[in-house]
């Protein structure tokens, strides 16, 4: 019987013209040579053309066939490539192709398990590549890649390391970079799960204005007409280079004009999120209306701008708590700063544009070990807890993913 065998298809699926299968595993170099009728597959980190036959013995395609050591893949694995020039039909030739050479399709999580499971990647790496893939600022993608070639998991190797000895010193300076760690967390966790605020307000307070001004186009209809938004728009804003999934609402209004607004309002006063930037015209007084929708949303802190400040310079901000002019810009940057310090755990006094993003737990239950590891090398350091220290840090490096990690975006 054959060796096993795995393949991926790494590159996006569907329409592009182009398309690379990698394939792990100890049968893989024998069925694909086979595939290519006998020919001799390359050497490690050589590529070379090959013809692909199907399962009738017909010249498929041409192909490039390589050959990557474990060191140069990104899961870690060693592994044969595939580069076809073709779109979804000769993908699907193909993955059909493999399957009956006895090999198995595996998705990017189930390449990730695998790599885990073979000790290529430890949980933390694994974890920060789907992260990586998730990204959408280079902020994220930065600070993924960095753990994903195992900045934070060398970390905590070193921390094993310091556990496992016996002297106060080598204590005092786990302590020190458990600390640091822990500190470090709200931002990381914010670069993997973004904080989600709901743009909400009367109708024409100027919403799908500001929702476009975050996402630098004309992404929102935006009109002097009330109830122009019907129900909502989400997308995903950077600001200081962290993610903030927006979503611009439909505006509040005592009678809606159709079914399609009253469940919008409906679903609007109930959505789990974050926080909410509640907008307000000049004189920007929190009425009757607007204090019940607030004081009936679930959770979240709240932000009231005041918006349209071109029009009323000079006034009272009343019941806002800065003041904006969503059409031309003036105010947003103080908008910027007043949502990273509320919800992106930026430290007081770090301009959070040089934020360096340093090593840290991205996931809770990353945090969650960390935080016990610290607690209890706070207790007397005896050997009991010292085990129990090096035992959080294991587990968060070696089984805090898949099944306790967070969904990177809900
Ligand atoms: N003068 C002024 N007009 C604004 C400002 N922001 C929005 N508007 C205008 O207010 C109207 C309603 O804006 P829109 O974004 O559609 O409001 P929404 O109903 O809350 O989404 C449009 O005519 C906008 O051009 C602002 O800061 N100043
Ligand atoms: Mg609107």
Redesign the pocket.
């Known amino acids: 019987m054959s060796e096993e065998f795995f393949y991926h298809l790494s590159s996006p699926p569907g329409e592009g013209g182009f398309a690379v299968f990698e394939l792990y595993g100890p049968g893989a170099g024998p069925a694909l040579c086979a595939g290519l009728g006998g020919k001799e597959l390359p050497g490690e980190g050589r590529t070379r053309l090959g013809i692909l036959f199907d399962e009738n013995r017909e010249k498929l395609d041409e192909v490039v066939v390589g050959r990557q050591p474990a060191s140069s893949m990104w899961c870690g694995l060693a592994a044969f490539t595939l580069s076809v020039h073709g779109g979804a039909w000769l993908q699907e030739r193909i993955a059909g192709l493999l399957d009956s050479l006895g090999g198995t399709g595996l998705k990017l999580r189930d390449v990730l398990e695998l790599a885990l499971r073979q000790e290529a990647l430890d949980a933390i790496e694994a974890c920060a590549f789907e992260c990586l893939v998730d990204s959408r600022t280079e902020r994220a993608a930065g600070f993924f890649s960095r753990q994903h070639a195992g900045e934070l998991s060398e970390i905590i190797s070193r921390c094993i390391e310091l556990a496992g000895r016996a002297d106060a010193p080598s204590h005092g300076e786990l302590e020190q970079i458990l600390r640091d760690l822990v500190e470090a967390a709200p931002r990381a966790l914010r670069l993997a799960k973004p904080v989600k605020l709901l743009i909400a307000?009367r109708?024409?307070?100027?919403?799908?204005?500001l929702f476009n001004r975050f996402m630098e186009t004309e992404r929102a209809a935006?009109?002097?007409q009330?109830g122009?938004?019907r129900d909502f728009i989400r997308d995903t804003a950077a600001v200081f280079d962290y993610p903030v999934d927006l979503v611009d609402s439909v505006?509040l209004r005592r009678n809606p004009e159709d079914s399609v607004e009253e469940e919008a309002l409906g679903w609007l006063a109930r959505e789990e999120a974050d926080g909410c930037l509640y907008?307000l015209e000049p004189p920007w007084k929190l009425e009757e209306e607007d204090r019940s929708f607030l004081q009936g949303r679930p959770g979240g802190e709240v932000l009231v701008i005041g918006?349209?400040?071109?029009?009323a310079a000079g006034v009272s901000p009343g019941d806002a708590d800065l003041l904006l002019?969503?059409?031309q810009g003036d105010g947003f940057e103080k908008l910027q700063g007043a949502i990273a310090a509320r919800w992106l755990g930026c430290v007081q006094g770090l301009s959070v544009s040089d934020d360096p993003c340093p090593p840290a737990p991205f996931t809770r239950f990353q945090l969650e070990m960390l935080q016990q590891a610290l607690s209890a090398l706070g207790k007397t350091p005896a050997t009991p807890l010292l085990d129990e220290v090096k035992s959080c840090l294991i587990i968060c490096l070696q089984s805090s993913w898949p099944q306790k990690c967070e969904p990177a975006s809900s």
Not at 307 to 311: A, E, I, R, T
Request: charged fraction near 15%.
């Open positions: 307000g109708a024409n307070t100027g919403k799908s204005t935006v009109s002097s009330a122009t938004t505006g907008l918006n349209k400040l071109d029009k002019c969503a059409l």
